[in-house]
């Protein structure tokens, strides 16, 4: 089962990057939407749970997921600013059901200690926390920290929640990626980014890749649960005032607001029925992986950069 496709001229704004991924691609791409915004109330009932959600794009997508009424846990590593993206909420949304729990995504006992702790349900469970470190930094377990961030701590955090997922009807595991991605190709022999220079946004990328390539092999181990990926654009995030200035400086009159960017996490997790499983998603529709020859890579590399991510997060493939 496939999703729905971009027309022509919405592939078009994806080649021109600048037209597909600012503000100006996501006011014309709304307007071509169906009327398929989720009912107040399409998320009563549900949990949602959603990690780097004290900031930008997670609370932005916390906002609208408490909007729909869903319970929303804001997974974050410091429990104070999570405590004041709640405050900002509850100041847009008054009857937002919100509950703040610590999950370094990073760290392995963290993910351990939050996922043996909690004990509500999980129905929908959003990876969005990111890094965009200046050097090399290693996690506490010794994985370069885009890597552990990105790809083998949502692994180790799906896997040590698929208990619970697995009691909802219609589960859903969203990636949030990047279009930065598309300029990487997997990293097949590299993916601790040991060799050669350093880049921060490169490694950002590379691990951004990581996760959309291996949605196919995710769909497979976690089915029937739904495994989506998604990128939002060029959005206007403290990440991006911090990480990436001169980035912000040049680009902001053209940037989406963190709820623009958001839109396609919200609707990933409250449309129905659920999305088609493993595949990657830009403003409600499906989106291509790949359009550079030279970022693809054979199934038999995907499938051992797998076993790999697999076996450092803990995952038993059998």
């Known amino acids: 089962m496939s999703g729905p496709q971009p027309a022509g001229w919405d592939s078009v704004l994806d080649r021109t990057v600048l037209g597909g991924y600012t503000e100006l691609?996501?006011?014309?791409?709304?307007?071509?939407?169906?009327?398929d915004d989720p009912a107040p109330g399409a998320m009563s009932g549900r949990t949602a749970l959603i990690t780097g959600a004290n900031s930008g794009l997670g609370e932005a997508a916390a906002r609208g997921m408490a909007a729909l009424g869903a319970d929303v846990v804001l997974l974050v590593r410091d429990l104070e600013r999570g405590q004041r993206a709640v405050?900002?909420?509850?100041?847009?949304?008054?009857?937002?059901?919100?509950?703040?729990?610590?999950?370094?995504?990073?760290?392995?006992?963290?993910?351990t200690e939050f996922a043996a702790g909690y004990r509500g349900p999980v129905d929908v469970l959003?990876?969005?926390?990111?890094?965009?470190?200046?050097?090399?930094?290693?996690?506490?377990?010794?994985?370069?920290?885009?890597?552990?961030?990105?790809?083998?701590?949502?692994?180790?955090?799906?896997?040590?929640?698929?208990?619970?997922?697995?009691?909802?009807?219609?589960a859903r595991v969203i990636f949030v990626s990047s279009g930065g991605m598309y300029l990487q190709p997997a990293p097949i022999e590299d993916p601790e980014y040991r060799v050669g220079r350093y880049r921060g946004a490169e490694a950002?990328?590379?691990?951004?890749?990581?996760?959309?390539?291996?949605?196919?092999?995710?769909?497979?181990?976690?089915?029937?649960?739904?495994?989506?990926?998604?990128?939002?654009?060029?959005?206007?995030?403290?990440?991006?005032?911090?990480?990436?200035?001169?980035?912000?400086?040049?680009?902001?009159?053209?940037?989406?607001?963190?709820?623009?960017?958001?839109?396609?996490?919200?609707?990933?997790?409250?449309?129905?029925?659920?999305?088609?499983?493993?595949?990657?998603?830009?403003?409600?529709?499906?989106?291509?992986?790949?359009?550079?020859?030279?970022?693809?890579?054979?199934?038999?590399?995907?499938?051992?950069?797998?076993?790999?991510?697999a076996k450092e997060a803990g995952l038993n493939l059998g």
């Open 126 to 170: 959003v990876h969005n926390a990111g890094v965009l470190p200046a050097q090399r930094t290693e996690s506490v377990d010794g994985h370069e920290v885009t890597l552990a961030t990105h790809v083998l701590g949502p692994l180790r955090l799906t896997a040590q929640l698929t208990g619970r997922l697995a009691e909802s009807p219609d």
């Open 204 to 309: 950002y990328a590379r691990s951004k890749r990581i996760q959309v390539a291996l949605l196919p092999e995710m769909a497979r181990y976690w089915a029937p649960i739904s495994i989506a990926a998604m990128h939002p654009g060029w959005v206007d995030t403290p990440g991006v005032a911090t990480s990436l200035p001169r980035f912000r400086t040049l680009t902001r009159p053209l940037l989406r607001t963190p709820a623009e960017g958001a839109d396609t996490i919200v609707w990933l997790a409250a449309t129905a029925p659920p999305p088609p499983s493993g595949q990657f998603w830009q403003d409600r529709r499906v989106r291509p992986t790949h359009y550079l020859a030279r970022t693809r890579r054979s199934d038999r590399e995907l499938a051992g950069l797998w076993r790999y991510c």
């Open 25 to 35: 691609g996501y006011r014309l791409r709304r307007h071509s939407w169906p009327v």
């Open 87 to 111: 405050e900002r909420i509850r100041s847009a949304v008054s009857d937002a059901r919100l509950t703040v729990a610590r999950c370094d995504v990073s760290d392995p006992a963290a993910i």
